[in-house]
C-alpha cells in the first residue's frame, strides 16, 4: 500500500511539472512571435489610444501586423 502511495504521489508531481513546463514552452512561443510585431517602430505608429495607426488601425499591435504591406521604419527617432 506505501509503495502505490509512493507511485501515485510521484506520478501526480512529474504530471505537474510536465504540464508547467508544457504551458511555459507554449507562452515562451507565443511572446516570441509577439516581439516580431513592428509596429512601435512603424512611421504610421501614432501610439495614441484611440488611433494607433493612421494607415490600419484595425491592425496595428495586433499578430495580423507582423506582414504589414505598409510597413514603414521609422528613422527620425
Not at 490600419?56 to 527620425?76: T, V
Request: with cysteine.
Amino acid at each position: 500500500m506505501v509503495l502505490i502511495c509512493f507511485v501515485l504521489t510521484w506520478a501526480t508531481i512529474f504530471s505537474a511539472l510536465l504540464t508547467v513546463a508544457c504551458q511555459w514552452k507554449t507562452g515562451f512561443i507565443y511572446l516570441k512571435r509577439l516581439h516580431q510585431i513592428p509596429c512601435h517602430q512603424c512611421k504610421y505608429f501614432t501610439n495614441s489610444c484611440y488611433l494607433k495607426c493612421t494607415v490600419n488601425p484595425d491592425l496595428a499591435c495586433s499578430e495580423d501586423a507582423i506582414d504589414c504591406r505598409d510597413y514603414q521604419f521609422r528613422s527620425n527617432r
